[in-house]
């Protein structure tokens, strides 16, 4: 779509010498209002919703943008009334309207009739993917969050030096406890090289070893201003600083990667001062309070100091009784001294007499002649059983040997019989024999070696 070439002068055209009227800025930007007007009176325009702002007027006022081109708009309260849904960041919208221009600053914009919900722009649907992504690696867990010092003793402050952010931040802390230290870590927050600075920062911060907590963030835009704040590798860094960090990107409706993975979200960084300040003037109402019960508790000591300090004086005597009840105790005492000695001396007497009694029934000549007389009564004993031992032993073995004899092979051979064997053998049958073979024939007393000459069945 061209534009139509349009040319305005106060002079005809075939009168080329004469000098054209000068315009005034507002002459000019109503001329361009009106043409633009004329020449886009109705069109249709799709593209993603950002910096959506809405005032108390009712109106609204965004931006329509695709990957190379944006364009301001603006809704007025009677036509967005009768909407179905309320846009948000990052929507796809398909509008109608008008081509206009706002002369107060010859801004070219775009007067919306009326919006369809298209869908989800790029940049939104790659924002709900990485928080899908994180959120199931866990880097959004409770459990892993850190929590934030009661009272701070260094906050390092990542964002751009000269934001509104920080002056924000300042102006909480001045008011409400200026003696907290803040060191500003700078760092673009907007553009193609933030998140590469807000990294930085926080490695930086953590190298410093000096920071009990941090606030990075920046105020409100667009969610193309905000977007470094949605990008995985600053949402990592965030996730392995060792330090707890607070998210302060935008306003409280705006919500950023950075905010789920941080420590804690603060809706602002006015609120993010506001989190990590102590209220001075609520601690020095703690103080007087304080200060309150120390002075009464001191008050009520004295008063218990003053009483007791009374009973004594009280209790206080004359020296000369106190004199008088002084010698009559030491010579109660030194009669009770010497009737402890003289019963300490009975004791150590009667101990010694035990002792002594003891020693002599100890003595070694004693003893030793008690073991005497105890070793020659159990020789004597040891001697006597001995002796009936062995008479014992004597007349059991005289029955046993006569029980032998009685079934003893050789009290047989004494009553005229003999024992043959062939070896080893007993011969009990002629046929164990044969002829020539030598036996060994044992008598009573004595034996023959005889030879086998003839065999009788």
Same mark, same amino acid.
């Given at each position: 779509?061209?534009?139509?070439?349009?040319?305005? +002068?106060?002079?005809?055209?075939?009168?080329?010498?004469?000098?054209?009227?000068?315009?005034?800025?507002?002459?000019?930007?109503?001329?361009?209002?009106?043409?633009?007007?004329?020449?886009?009176?109705?069109?249709?325009?799709?593209?993603?919703?950002?910096?959506?702002?809405?005032?108390?007027?009712?109106?609204?006022?965004?931006?329509?943008?695709?990957?190379?081109?944006?364009?301001?708009?603006?809704?007025?309260?009677?036509?967005?009334?009768?909407?179905?849904?309320?846009?948000?960041?990052?929507?796809?919208?398909?509008?109608?309207?008008?081509?206009?221009?706002?002369?107060?600053?010859?801004?070219?914009?775009?007067?919306?009739?009326?919006?369809?919900?298209?869908?989800?722009?790029?940049?939104?649907?790659?924002?709900?993917?990485?928080?899908?992504?994180?959120?199931?690696?866990?880097?959004?867990?409770?459990?892993?969050?850190?929590?934030?010092?009661?009272?701070?003793?260094?906050?390092?402050?990542?964002?751009?030096?000269?934001?509104?952010?920080?002056?924000?931040?300042?102006?909480?802390?001045?008011?409400?406890?200026?003696?907290?230290?803040? +060191?500003?870590?700078?760092?673009?927050?907007?553009?193609?090289?933030?998140?590469?600075?807000?990294?930085?920062?926080?490695?930086?911060?953590?190298?410093?070893?000096?920071?009990?907590?941090?606030?990075?963030?920046?105020?409100?835009?667009?969610?193309?201003?905000?977007?470094?704040?949605?990008?995985?590798?600053?949402?990592?860094?965030?996730?392995?600083?060792?330090?707890?960090?607070?998210?302060?990107?935008?306003?409280?409706?705006?919500?950023?990667?950075?905010?789920?993975?941080?420590?804690?979200?603060?809706?602002?960084?006015?609120?993010?001062?506001?989190?990590?300040?102590?209220?001075?003037?609520?601690?020095?109402?703690?103080?007087?309070?304080?200060?309150?019960?120390?002075?009464?508790?001191?008050?009520?000591?004295?008063?218990?100091?003053?009483?007791?300090?009374?009973?004594?004086?009280?209790?206080?005597?004359?020296?000369?009784?106190?004199?008088?009840?002084?010698?009559?105790?030491?010579?109660?005492?030194?009669?009770?001294?010497?009737?402890?000695?003289?019963?300490?001396?009975?004791?150590?007497?009667?101990?010694?007499?035990?002792?002594?009694?003891?020693?002599?029934?100890?003595?070694?000549?004693?003893?030793?002649?008690?073991?005497?007389?105890?070793?020659?009564?159990?020789?004597?004993?040891?001697?006597?059983?001995?002796?009936?031992?062995?008479?014992?032993?004597?007349?059991?073995?005289?029955?046993?040997?006569?029980?032998?004899?009685?079934?003893?092979?050789?009290?047989?051979?004494?009553?005229?019989?003999?024992?043959?064997?062939?070896?080893?053998?007993?011969?009990?049958?002629?046929?164990?024999?044969?002829?020539?073979?030598?036996?060994? +024939?044992?008598?009573?007393?004595?034996?023959?070696?005889?030879?086998?000459?003839?065999?009788?069945?």
């Amino acid at each position: 779509m061209s534009f139509p070439m349009h040319y305005f +002068t106060d002079t005809p055209a075939d009168s080329p010498e004469t000098p054209a009227k000068a315009l005034s800025v507002t002459e000019l930007n109503g001329k361009a209002r009106r043409l633009l007007e004329m020449s886009f009176n109705n069109v249709r325009v799709e593209g993603e919703i950002s910096g959506l702002a809405r005032p108390s007027s009712g109106h609204w006022y965004f931006t329509l943008k695709d990957k190379r081109s944006q364009i301001r708009c603006a809704m007025f309260r009677n036509r967005n009334q009768g909407l179905k849904f309320t846009p948000a960041e990052g929507m796809l919208l398909l509008v109608r309207g008008r081509v206009s221009l706002y002369e107060g600053r010859g801004d070219y914009q775009l007067i919306v009739e009326h919006m369809d919900n298209a869908g989800t722009g790029d940049l939104q649907k790659a924002f709900e993917a990485l928080k899908m992504k994180l959120a199931a690696e866990g880097l959004f867990d409770i459990t892993r969050k850190k929590p934030l010092p009661a009272h701070p003793k260094h906050i390092g402050v990542i964002t751009s030096p000269t934001g509104a952010a920080i002056r924000d931040i300042l102006t909480v802390l001045e008011r409400r406890f200026p003696a907290i230290p803040v +060191t500003i870590i700078p760092s673009s927050v907007q553009g193609a090289q933030a998140k590469n600075e807000l990294v930085k920062a926080l490695i930086l911060a953590e190298a410093a070893n000096q920071f009990d907590v941090l606030i990075i963030g920046r105020g409100g835009g667009s969610l193309e201003d905000l977007w470094p704040f949605n990008e995985e590798v600053v949402a990592r860094a965030i996730a392995n600083c060792p330090i707890p960090i607070v998210s302060a990107v935008g306003h409280e409706i705006d919500f950023t990667i950075s905010d789920f993975v941080a420590d804690h979200r603060a809706a602002t960084p006015s609120a993010a001062a506001e989190i990590l300040s102590p209220d001075r003037q609520a601690i020095l109402n703690q103080l007087h309070l304080l200060r309150r019960k120390v002075t009464a508790l001191i008050r009520h000591k004295l008063q218990l100091s003053q009483k007791e300090l009374e009973g004594l004086q009280k209790r206080l005597r004359h020296p000369g009784e106190r004199l008088r009840d002084s010698s009559q105790r030491l010579d109660d005492l030194e009669i009770r001294l010497k009737q402890a000695i003289t019963l300490q001396l009975e004791r150590a007497r009667s101990r010694l007499n035990r002792t002594q009694y003891r020693t002599l029934q100890q003595n070694p000549l004693r003893k030793l002649e008690l073991l005497r007389n105890r070793n020659d009564h159990l020789n004597q004993k040891m001697t006597q059983l001995m002796q009936n031992n062995l008479e014992k032993r004597r007349l059991k073995l005289e029955k046993v040997s006569g029980e032998l004899n009685a079934v003893s092979p050789l009290a047989t051979l004494s009553r005229g019989y003999s024992l043959t064997t062939s070896g080893e053998a007993i011969i009990r049958n002629s046929q164990q024999l044969k002829e020539g073979e030598l036996i060994t +024939t044992r008598f009573h007393k004595g034996e023959a070696l005889c030879k086998v000459e003839k065999l009788t069945p």
